[in-house]
């Protein structure tokens, strides 16, 4: 029996589109449907360029697949249930295998719907269906529907990609000196930049441009005060217990994972904190971890992955065509190394990971710290429920602990844990929005063997 299955005494309901007037009623009501006609019209005017490749195969295929998700948006709008899966792929069991398991939670087929069942699953399943309908229309079953959005915020973010990779370069240029006396105040800095970049989400503003106009070290100390929760040093404190001497007299440190969220910017804070974990010996190996196909509207793939790396190595900017070339020799060497699992585009919690893809959570077990970017990692470290502010982190968790982690998080949904008595009624009176705004943020951790 999985974990979500268990009835357990204190584990609240799911949030569920079935609150009318909730964040997630209205996002299933006008965001969902927003971005499914935003991947229509993409698809639609990308026409041409499909008849030029393909022919008029193409243009049968544009056709079909606009019509598989107008269909959807179809079934979505009118509280239709959740239909299974038809294409065969190698998600396709395990996706189906959950729709069982939500009939057998709700007790009636026709209750595992749109509107009530977890908003976490049907968001997750909207993506999916997205990705079906790509599928099954050959020649076009390669086209990433998401894409021309997360280039954009890629170069819109220009300005602010060089003055990371300037002061990326000045770190690492006096190293030494940094190392004996700054090290801790970059990692706090660099941490947080990771942290902000999360702000950048194209499905939060369902697809509307989302950039960073500004140098994002610059923004950190008027953005401190939004961090609810700064676990930062226990993070520290992980990466230097996970030090250990060699037989040659030197030290060697620990690998630390990072579960990416979104491309574009992100990313980018992303790569600047794996640089700066590895040239200052804070770690000795970065595992990414990303999408295995295009995903909430700007989540990373392999080949957004790529991409971005090629994009920066090409720059006509010193310093960032330096960290470039410098990131792909990391990749050359080893040293980062990017993989995906299809667990992360499944719509379960964390909390099933050690069940549902034991192999993943064993990756997972050889990390010293896992650091999971943005707001669905929390939606799903957390289960996605009706959770009271101030219940542990490691309680909402539910046994899901393969190894220290931490959660980087702009806050996006209404979930939030481990806040102070009253510290979420102070908010909600200054802020009502403040669950939902991107405005405020964590960095929430947890030690499997630490006392929280």
Avoid at 60 to 66: D, G, L, N, S
């Amino acid at each position: 029996m999985m974990a979500a299955d268990q009835t357990v005494l204190g584990v609240p309901p799911s949030l569920s589109a079935k609150v009318v007037g909730s964040f997630a009623y209205l996002t299933v009501k006008d965001r969902l449907p927003t971005i499914l006609t935003k991947v229509i019209d993409t698809i639609h005017r990308n026409k041409n360029k499909f008849f030029e490749e393909y022919g008029e195969e193409g243009i049968q295929a544009e056709k079909q697949t606009i019509s598989l998700l107008s269909k959807m948006r179809n079934e979505l709008q009118t509280d239709k249930p959740v239909l299974a899966l038809t294409e065969g792929l190698g998600d396709t069991d395990s996706w189906n295998q959950y729709l069982q398991r939500q009939r057998g939670l709700q007790g009636d087929p026709e209750s595992v719907s749109w509107f009530k069942s977890p908003w976490l699953y049907v968001e997750c399943y909207m993506y999916r269906r997205i990705q079906e309908a790509v599928w099954l229309n050959p020649p076009i079953n390669n086209y990433d529907v998401f894409s021309e959005g997360k280039t954009q915020s890629f170069f819109e973010s220009q300005q602010a990609v060089m003055a990371l990779c300037t002061y990326l370069e000045g770190v690492n240029k006096n190293m030494e000196e940094i190392f004996k006396n700054h090290l801790l105040e970059h990692f706090n800095k660099l941490l947080k930049v990771s942290l902000w970049g999360n702000k950048c989400d194209l499905s939060i503003s369902a697809g509307q441009e989302n950039s960073q106009k500004t140098s994002p070290i610059e923004s950190l100390e008027s953005l401190q005060p939004f961090i609810l929760v700064d676990d930062s040093n226990m993070v520290w404190s992980t990466l230097i217990s996970a030090q250990r001497p060699t037989q040659s007299g030197k030290t060697t440190s620990g690998r630390v994972d990072i579960v990416l969220d979104n491309a574009g910017f992100e990313l980018v804070t992303d790569l600047v904190l794996a640089d700066f974990l590895v040239s200052s010996g804070l770690a000795r190996e970065i595992h990414f971890h990303g999408k295995s196909f295009p995903w909430f509207v700007s989540d990373v793939t392999a080949k957004d992955f790529q991409w971005t790396i090629q994009q920066t190595m090409a720059a006509n900017h010193k310093w960032m065509s330096k960290s470039g070339v410098q990131w792909q020799s990391y990749l050359n060497e080893g040293v980062w190394s990017y993989h995906d699992h299809p667990f992360w585009t499944y719509p379960h919690e964390f909390c099933d990971m050690a069940a549902d893809a034991p192999d993943l959570y064993a990756t997972l077990q050889g990390a010293d710290l896992v650091l999971f970017k943005g707001d669905l990692n929390y939606r799903k470290l957390t289960g996605d429920r009706e959770w009271d502010h101030t219940v542990g982190f490691d309680t909402a968790l539910r046994g899901f602990g393969p190894a220290p982690l931490c959660s980087l998080r702009t806050l996006k949904a209404n979930v939030q844990v481990g806040l102070q008595p009253g510290q979420a009624m102070k908010l909600s009176s200054q802020d009502p929005d403040w669950m939902t705004s991107g405005k405020y943020a964590v960095i929430q951790f947890y030690g499997p063997n630490s006392e929280q």
